[in-house]
């Protein structure tokens, strides 16, 4: 399955944003998919996962209450809605899927990788 994120730009502290992620060569609907951020100077980090059957979503604490991860099947698209930015969230923002039914925070649980879609969230 090849992925790509897009949807990235530039945003006030405060605004939002909602990437999308979505596939070719394979349904979906049969992985689990993950979003990660890398910020400047940093590791890459889990923002959150969707699971494969019921739709259940998991988040880091800094982005609950703030990020919503959904998805699509029927336009293979998977979408990360990020409210109330804080500067502290620039990055650049990537989708993976999993042949795990739930996924994982772990980025070895991912086996593809969207190219990426830079996120600066300005003060």
């Known amino acids: 399955v090849q992925l790509q994120a897009f949807g990235g730009g530039l945003v006030q502290a405060g605004g939002s944003l909602r990437l999308s992620c979505t596939a070719s060569?394979?349904?979906?609907?049969?992985?689990?998919v993950g979003w990660f951020r890398q910020a400047p100077g940093k590791d890459r980090e889990s923002v959150g996962r969707?699971?494969?059957?019921?739709?259940?979503?998991y988040y880091i604490d800094s982005t609950k209450g703030r990020f919503t991860i959904s998805r699509d099947n029927a336009k293979n698209t998977v979408y990360l809605q990020m409210n109330s930015l804080k500067p502290e969230d620039t990055a650049v923002y990537y989708c993976?899927?999993?042949?795990?039914?739930?996924?994982?925070?772990?980025?070895?649980?991912?086996?593809?990788w969207g190219q990426g879609t830079k996120v600066t969230v300005s003060s």
């Open positions: 993976s899927a999993s042949d795990s039914p739930y996924g994982s925070g772990q980025e070895s649980a991912y086996a593809y």
């Open positions: 969707i699971d494969r059957y019921y739709g259940t979503t």
């Open positions: 060569g394979r349904a979906f609907s049969t992985y689990a």
